[in-house]
Every structure is written in C-alpha cells, then in structure tokens.
C-alpha cells in the first residue's frame, strides 16, 4: 500500500506564495505520473499539475504560469510551487499517484488551501 502526505497548506493572502509537498512512502519514479489535484466546496476534483515519470509536466489552464510542480527523487517527494494566488484557488488539495496515466491509483489525505482578498 502507497501512502501520501501531503503538507504546506494554509491561509495566504491573493498575490502570496505557497508551497505544497507531498511526501510517497514508495519510489516516485515507479509510478507513470504523479499529479496535483484539487477541489472547492460544491465543485467536483480537478488536476491542476501532473509530471511524468520522463519529467513531461501539463497544468491546468487556470494555473499555467503560476503554478509549478517538481519532484525530488532521492526523497521520493512532489512539490507544487504556487505562485500569485488567486482568491478561487482556494481548495482542499490532493496529491495522486498514478499507475495508469490518465488514472490516479492513490490518494493523500489532502491539504486545504486559502486564499483571502
């Protein structure tokens, strides 16, 4: 069994910085992806970063240019660099491992993320 953890959320001001990590009980690199995701109150979970074991990243639209995930191998870690929040990223934030590509296999705990105007 994988596990997750993710941490670094909190409550920031718009225009602030936040970074989330995401630490994984097994090798990062076994796994074809692993991937940000996220979900506001009454919305449904979306993927906002996603990096490929060969290093390929794509982000969502709303993120891209602000938003940057990376990975630390030797500490089988993933981090979202989250630059110029916006009030509507506000979420819970999930970290995902994925198997299949298109298919997030495990899931962290999550960890919420408040941007105040």
């Known amino acids: 069994q994988v596990q997750l953890v993710e941490s670094g959320g909190g409550l920031v001001q718009a225009g602030g910085s936040l970074r989330l990590s995401c630490a994984a009980s097994a090798n990062i690199l076994r796994f074809n992806a692993m991937a940000w995701y996220r979900q506001a109150p009454g919305n449904s979970r979306e993927l906002v970063a996603r990096m490929t074991s060969g290093g390929s990243t794509n982000y969502a639209s709303s993120v891209k240019g602000r938003f940057t995930i990376s990975r630390d191998n030797a500490k089988n870690t993933v981090y979202l660099q989250m630059n110029s929040l916006k009030p509507e990223d506000t979420a819970d934030y999930y970290c995902?491992?994925?198997?299949?590509?298109?298919?997030?296999?495990?899931w962290g705990q999550g960890t919420q993320v408040t941007v105040s105007s």
């Open positions: 995902a491992a994925h198997e299949i590509l298109s298919v997030p296999g495990y």
